[in-house]
């Protein structure tokens, strides 16, 4: 057999910069979505601004998320919702359809995230009635105008969340660093006006995870933008959290390129 050497020196300096690399990491004491202490690092994510993420993930729920990245700039993405408005509508229109398959839709629709209105759009267009909450102003104020629709250019919160016969929330959670609170209060004010809850993430699940040992500055990669998605839900996390605040029932549910889960209770 070969006899391999080693040199002791240039291996003892690697295990060196690694354990001083480690030792800068800060933990984080809870998984965001589950609230596990199981929770262990995975890499650092390069961004496109030259800086640098940690990924963290939940061994109890198997989501991914990165807690201390920066907060986010507010800025406008009305060109974005422009760009996709056809899209979203065609998806939009599905997702009621398959909704009102399930159950009637008694009362307003409370859309968070609700960008230029194309979920409420579709609505309006079918009968249905209701109200969008999104940060982005730019995006409220070109839907309210355009559409004649109610759209807010402020945060959703239960205080000032009105009577609803549906609430929806698609593509916002991922953005958020800590995202319990929302969404119990997202589960409360269902269970309280009595009305299903439909929410949809980019789930990250195994299936996913060979992404993790490629480069993620690639164009479409799911750790393209890590600054901007810092919350990457399994469905398990999703799922065990809705049921930690109350959810009885997570149907499984797709619309065009939307994955989520309708919650009832």
Same mark, same amino acid.
């Given at each position: 057999?070969?006899?391999?050497?080693?040199?002791?020196?240039?291996?003892?300096?690697?295990?060196?910069?690694?354990?001083?690399?480690?030792?800068?990491?800060?933990?984080?004491?809870?998984?965001?979505?589950?609230?596990?202490?199981?929770?262990?690092?995975?890499?650092?994510?390069?961004?496109?601004?030259?800086?640098?993420?940690?990924?963290?993930?939940?061994?109890?729920?198997?989501?991914?998320?990165?807690?201390?990245?920066?907060?986010?700039?507010?800025?406008?993405?009305?060109?974005?919702?422009?760009?996709?408005?056809?899209?979203?509508?065609?998806?939009?229109?599905?997702?009621?359809?398959?909704?009102?398959? /399930?159950?009637?839709?008694?009362?307003?629709?409370?859309?968070?995230?609700?960008?230029?209105?194309?979920?409420?759009?579709?609505?309006?267009?079918?009968?249905?009635?209701?109200?969008?909450?999104?940060?982005?102003?730019?995006?409220?104020?070109?839907?309210?105008?355009?559409?004649?629709?109610?759209?807010?250019?402020?945060?959703?919160?239960?205080?000032?969340?009105?009577?609803?016969?549906?609430?929806?929330?698609?593509?916002?959670?991922?953005?958020?660093?800590?995202?319990?609170?929302?969404?119990?209060?997202?589960?409360?004010?269902?269970?309280?006006?009595?009305?299903?809850?439909?929410?949809?993430?980019?789930?990250?699940?195994?299936?996913?995870?060979?992404?993790?040992?490629?480069?993620?500055?690639? /164009?479409?990669?799911?750790?393209?933008?890590?600054?901007?998605?810092?919350?990457?839900?399994?469905?398990?996390?999703?799922?065990?959290?809705?049921?930690?605040?109350?959810?009885?029932?997570?149907?499984?549910?797709?619309?065009?390129?939307?994955?989520?889960?309708?919650?009832?209770?």
């Amino acid at each position: 057999m070969e006899r391999v050497t080693v040199n002791d020196k240039s291996l003892s300096q690697r295990q060196f910069n690694s354990s001083e690399s480690a030792s800068k990491i800060s933990m984080p004491e809870k998984c965001v979505v589950c609230n596990s202490s199981y929770v262990s690092f995975v890499k650092e994510l390069p961004t496109k601004q030259n800086k640098i993420v940690d990924l963290f993930y939940c061994m109890e729920c198997e989501s991914f998320f990165s807690p201390f990245s920066l907060p986010n700039k507010v800025s406008s993405q009305l060109e974005w919702h422009k760009s996709v408005l056809d899209r979203n509508l065609e998806w939009a229109t599905d997702l009621l359809t398959k909704i009102q398959q /399930k159950t009637s839709i008694d009362g307003p629709i409370i859309d968070i995230g609700c960008g230029i209105g194309s979920l409420l759009l579709a609505a309006k267009q079918i009968g249905l009635e209701g109200i969008g909450f999104d940060i982005d102003e730019d995006s409220c104020i070109y839907g309210s105008t355009k559409y004649n629709l109610k759209l807010v250019g402020t945060y959703w919160e239960r205080s000032n969340s009105p009577q609803c016969g549906l609430i929806t929330c698609i593509s916002v959670l991922e953005h958020i660093h800590y995202p319990r609170l929302l969404i119990k209060d997202l589960v409360n004010v269902a269970k309280e006006n009595k009305c299903y809850l439909y929410i949809s993430v980019p789930f990250l699940n195994r299936d996913w995870w060979k992404f993790l040992i490629t480069d993620n500055l690639s /164009k479409g990669h799911i750790f393209e933008y890590p600054h901007v998605h810092v919350t990457h839900f399994s469905s398990k996390g999703l799922g065990t959290v809705c049921r930690e605040f109350g959810a009885k029932s997570l149907d499984p549910l797709r619309a065009g390129g939307w994955f989520g889960f309708l919650v009832s209770f």
